[in-house]
């Protein structure tokens, strides 16, 4: 059985920073991209962040330039820096798996197969 755990979510004041931890235990993800989407109350979840095996990066306009996706393809981890916090960061930041393909643009969240339980993240004023 295939699990995502997130971690490092809580209450941070605008300006500040978080880093997001995931782990992906129950199977190899080699040949998987790692991705980082987020879900705020009343709207649609979002993609934020995702990383190839490859290491090659991609990111929303949202959080460009803020906010870095590192991954350990030994240690099934991925991790997401993201500092200048604003309010409007505030939401559920999920962890999600999906197969390498390239045809396909990393945003799309139906793509993703493994997702986490999601971890808060709070950006106060």
């Known amino acids: 059985q295939v699990h995502l755990v997130e971690s490092g979510g809580g209450l941070v004041q605008a300006g500040g920073s978080l880093r997001l931890n995931c782990v992906a235990s129950g199977r190899t993800f080699s040949g998987y991209t790692m991705g980082w989407f987020r879900q705020a109350p009343g709207k649609e979840r979002e993609f934020v962040a995702a990383?190839?095996?490859?290491?090659?990066?991609y990111y929303a306009d949202s959080v460009k330039g803020r906010s870095t996706i590192s991954g350990d393809n030994a240690k099934n981890t991925v991790a997401l820096q993201m500092n200048s916090l604003k309010p409007e960061d505030t939401a559920v930041y999920y962890c999600?798996?999906?197969?390498?393909?390239?045809?396909?643009?990393?945003?799309?969240?139906?793509?993703?197969?493994?997702w986490g339980q999601g971890t808060q993240v709070t950006v106060s004023s």
């Open positions: 990383i190839r095996r490859s290491g090659v990066t």
């Open positions: 999600a798996a999906r197969e390498e393909n390239y045809s396909r643009a990393l945003y799309v969240a139906t793509d993703y197969k493994y």
